[in-house]
């Protein structure tokens, strides 16, 4: 039997898994480590942290492999947080994540030094986010100036694995996207970009696809970790583009949802197709020269995990559906805007914040449930309004993350979204999607397209009630004119 590594470098939690070459899980391990935020807005992790856990879950899984050898590694993790190296390949300061939003300022700096907005997203197909890397590189060029001098490497989370297991300095296109340093309908770095920006291109990783094989695991390596010196390290993924890759959203017309903490809805998309608004990200695919665009809801899941914390202590998450499903649709007039954490796509407002709207004096514990349930079902949705706005058309939809736990929540995507949508064999699609692109660099599959169809299983479907869904749509409507309307009220209370 030829067996495959999937390794994922969350934010809370690295998470290792070895499969065989049928997608059947064999074993699987996670090692979870500290985030600091050392000033409001700030999120940094020890890329040491991440080494420790990786090295920690290999050796647990390893042995698992017992009638037969792992033949291949892919990585996914965390998009856009900054790792700096220095030439002895220490890492100079710790990473800045993903969701750090100390380089607001940059952001605009950025846009404004490429000749306006319309260059970068012309280029970097998205405008500049402080999500992003370039904004956090241009904080540290502008706040730490030595730290910027001292810097021979810049690298993603996975992709300072990928050195310390193979010792080459590589990263992959999905990944590569959310940098802002790429050229996404190209898939090569941007030397415009950098030049404007003021950063040597030859610090940045080699760029490879995500089924590409980008190095093999050193003797060093192979001692810390059981995996055999040799083995194959592929490209790997972004953790949304290997989703993908484990839901087998690989072609047009396929798609995923994701409701944990946050919520993504992901399409996949032959041609780079690029919102000049900004209301979405557009990155390429783990799948060779294709594209996928993709909405966050900020507080997702979190949105119903504050409600239940703090309004429904006594309930659990099952109790709360039960409870919830009994209350008509629409939630007898009650709207809920999920914006706890501000709000990414479509309306990119860190300064929007949540709303009950229309509470009377019948509306009970149930109906504020629902309210929320639905609230972040709309959220989603106007993501999905963006994409058809483009011409994206959907023909399925995965469902995953913690919220595809609940079988009322999942209907009620359904029929908000009013498209079938199917839940999957195996939760977790990021570390089987970073397995079978291992298992791509390894040869065991020919490409991606024959790595899903051999791993990838779907569970359960659901059909949309159209009934419903023309109902969800009135109060749609009402969910979007009620951000409008409040938009500008949360600037002034932002400033008081
Ligand atoms: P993350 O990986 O981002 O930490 P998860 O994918 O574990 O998050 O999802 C956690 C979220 O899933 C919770 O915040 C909650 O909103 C939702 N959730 C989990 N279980 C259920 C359930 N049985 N019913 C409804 N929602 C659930």
Redesign the pocket.
């Known amino acids: 039997m030829k067996y495959l590594v999937g390794i994922d470098i969350g934010t809370?939690a690295t998470k290792s898994v070895l499969f065989d070459e049928n997608g059947t899980v064999i074993a699987s391990a996670s090692y979870e480590y500290p985030l600091y935020q050392p000033k409001n807005g700030y999120a940094e992790q020890d890329p040491e942290d991440w080494w420790t856990g990786v090295k920690s879950t290999l050796k647990e899984i390893t042995p698992k492999a017992t009638d037969g050898s792992i033949v291949g590694v892919g990585l996914s993790g965390q998009m856009h947080s900054l790792v700096l190296l220095d030439e002895k390949n220490e890492v100079i300061r710790p990473a800045i994540l993903w969701c750090d939003q100390r380089c607001a300022k940059e952001c605009g700096e950025m846009e404004e030094a490429m000749g306006g907005r319309d260059r970068l997203v012309a280029i970097s197909a998205n405008p500049a986010l402080p999500g992003f890397t370039a904004g956090k590189l241009m904080w540290v060029k502008k706040h730490e100036r030595e730290n910027f001098d001292r810097c021979a490497h810049i690298l993603l989370p996975k992709d300072y694995i990928r050195f310390k297991l193979t010792g080459e300095y590589a990263t992959e296109v999905s990944d590569a996207s959310g940098m802002q340093l790429l050229d996404v309908a190209g898939r090569v770095w941007s030397s415009e970009i950098c030049e404007t920006l003021g950063v040597d291109m030859k610090k940045l990783p080699k760029l490879y696809e995500s089924a590409d094989a980008t190095g093999y695991i050193t003797e060093e390596a192979a001692a810390l970790t059981g995996l055999d010196a040799g083995t194959v390290v592929a490209g790997g993924g972004g953790d949304n583009a290997a989703s993908a890759v484990g839901t087998g959203v690989c072609s047009d017309g396929k798609a995923f949802t994701t409701?944990?903490?946050?919520g993504v809805v992901f399409a996949h998309t032959k041609e780079p197709i690029v919102d000049f608004k900004g209301r979405i990200h557009t990155f390429c695919a783990a799948v060779r020269g294709e594209w996928h665009v993709m909405g966050v809801t900020q507080a997702a899941?979190?949105s119903?995990?504050w409600f239940k914390n703090n309004l429904a202590k006594d309930k659990t998450?099952?109790e709360l559906?039960i409870k919830a499903a009994k209350i008509p649709l629409g939630s007898d007039k009650l709207l809920y805007l999920p914006y706890l954490m501000g709000e990414r796509t479509p309306i990119l407002d860190s300064d929007a914040r949540g709303v009950f709207f229309g509470l009377s004096a019948l509306h009970t514990q149930a109906h504020m449930a629902r309210a929320v349930m639905e609230g972040v079902c709309y959220s989603l949705y106007s993501c999905l309004d963006v994409f058809s706005e483009l011409n994206i058309k959907l023909d399925s939809m995965a469902m995953c993350?913690?919220?595809a736990?609940?079988g009322f929540?999942l209907e009620m995507f359904t029929d908000v979204f009013g498209i079938n949508l199917h839940t999957m064999k195996l939760a977790d699609s990021a570390t089987l999607g970073a397995a079978i692109l291992g298992g791509c660099a390894a040869g065991v599959y020919e490409n991606v397209k024959e790595g899903v169809e051999r791993a990838v299983k779907i569970d359960k479907s659901t059909a949309p009630d159209n009934k419903k869904h023309e109902k969800y749509m009135q109060y749609y409507k009402l969910y979007t004119g009620l951000y409008l309307s409040v938009k500008d009220m949360y600037k002034r209370l932002s400033a008081i």
């Open positions: 809370s409701v944990g903490t946050s899941g979190l119903l995990n998450y099952p559906d993350g913690g919220g736990k609940s929540w």
